[in-house]
């Protein structure tokens, strides 16, 4: 891997888990207002819905970055479970441990259950040490954001077999067939969950054995990839009109993912300009904060988005509160992870999984 390609990585992860934090800051009571509805429709539920998949694909193109063999593969399930099981189950103990915390305040200070996911509060009630494994890998996970982790870790479980395929089966494919199996694979998942997310991390898989992410020429791909972004606007914007009431008018979010990935993977090389942006050392300690802030950021984010709520509820307040509070936000989990980091690096280390 070049450096700018780690950088340009290390910087799109960062953004994703941006919006990522945008999605999970959707407010229910924006629900009866059309502004709210087309903003927050447009940005998290448009916009936003490129972070997962491009997650997905980069974890598939990192894990089979120079795997050569088999071993190769055995090794990577093995750190695998220093960098995803290992924060996965602290987090999850992490916002359990808030979860009861958080009953023991409301019940000594009803007046705090205002700003308090009650749906959430719910999850500490189980009963037994069986109840929270069953819903850490089955149901949950506590810390809800972990999905993406968990199925994430069940990938990896099944790495041999995708790279037997990816080595003797799809060798002699070209870029534009795998391109189209992937965007098939997605396409027709059939509301499968774990088969889409399968699709992203095979293609990420695919691109990094066959060593199409250096062969992709951006000037060449410039001008399909801002007609594709174009598109994608275009879908977000009649899904957010749809949404909000305004138009009859939906198309399958499929569409966004498809074309929306690519295309800005593509628009970032052209903004870029080949910089590496992480030479900057605030540079760096920001963008690689990315992991630790998917960790902490729920459920502190839905007790910190209801705050500006206290003071008014209405149309105003809820837009400016959706389009400054994820970044209010991001700002502080930043700092925290600073802190952390400074004074407990070894406890930082363990907890993100080796990412430092």
């Not at 891997?1 to 941006?18: A, E, G, Q, R």
């Not at 093995?78 to 808030?98: A, D, E, G, M, Q």
């Not at 070894?346 to 999984?353: I, Q």
Request: with cysteine.
């Amino acid at each position: 891997m070049t450096p700018y390609l780690s950088d340009k990585i290390k910087v799109i992860s960062f953004v994703c888990i941006v919006l990522v934090v945008w999605i999970h800051t959707y407010y229910t009571e924006g629900s009866n207002y059309t502004s709210s509805m087309l903003l927050m429709n447009f940005w998290g539920c448009g916009i936003c819905m490129l972070a997962v998949p491009m997650f997905y694909t980069i974890s598939g193109y990192l894990f089979f970055l120079n795997v050569h063999s088999i071993g190769d593969v055995f090794k990577k399930q093995k750190k695998r479970i220093r960098t995803l099981f290992v924060p996965y189950i602290l987090s999850n103990v992490l916002s359990i441990t808030f979860y009861y915390l958080l009953d023991f305040v409301i019940a000594r200070m009803p007046e705090w259950q205002v700003i308090i996911n009650n749906n959430l509060l719910e999850r500490a009630s189980g009963n037994g040490i069986g109840y929270w494994l069953y819903y850490c890998f089955w149901e949950g996970p506590i810390a809800f954001q972990l999905w993406f982790v968990r199925d994430l870790m069940f990938l990896v479980v099944f790495t041999p077999v995708m790279y037997v395929l990816f080595r003797y089966i799809t060798k002699s494919l070209s870029l534009t067939a795998l391109g189209l199996m992937a965007c098939l694979g997605v396409a027709f998942h059939h509301g499968n969950p774990f088969s889409w997310a399968a699709g992203w991390f095979c293609l990420g898989g695919l691109l990094s054995m066959n060593n199409y992410v250096s062969v992709i020429a951006v000037k060449k791909a410039r001008c399909w990839a801002y007609l594709c972004f174009a598109a994608v606007l275009g879908v977000i914007l009649l899904n957010a009109m749809y949404a909000a009431g305004i138009s009859s008018v939906f198309i399958k979010q499929d569409v966004i993912t498809i074309l929306g990935v690519p295309s800005a993977w593509v628009v970032y090389d052209d903004i870029a300009k080949g910089q590496i942006l992480c030479n900057n050392r605030t540079l760096a300690t920001i963008f690689g904060s990315s992991f630790f802030i998917y960790l902490i950021h729920e459920p502190f984010l839905n007790i910190f988005k209801k705050f500006p709520l206290l003071f008014d509820k209405g149309e105003w307040c809820i837009n400016v509160s959706y389009a400054t509070c994820p970044i209010a936000f991001i700002i502080v989990c930043i700092a925290l992870g600073i802190v952390f980091k400074r004074w407990l690096p070894k406890w930082y280390g363990v907890f993100t999984g080796g990412r430092m």
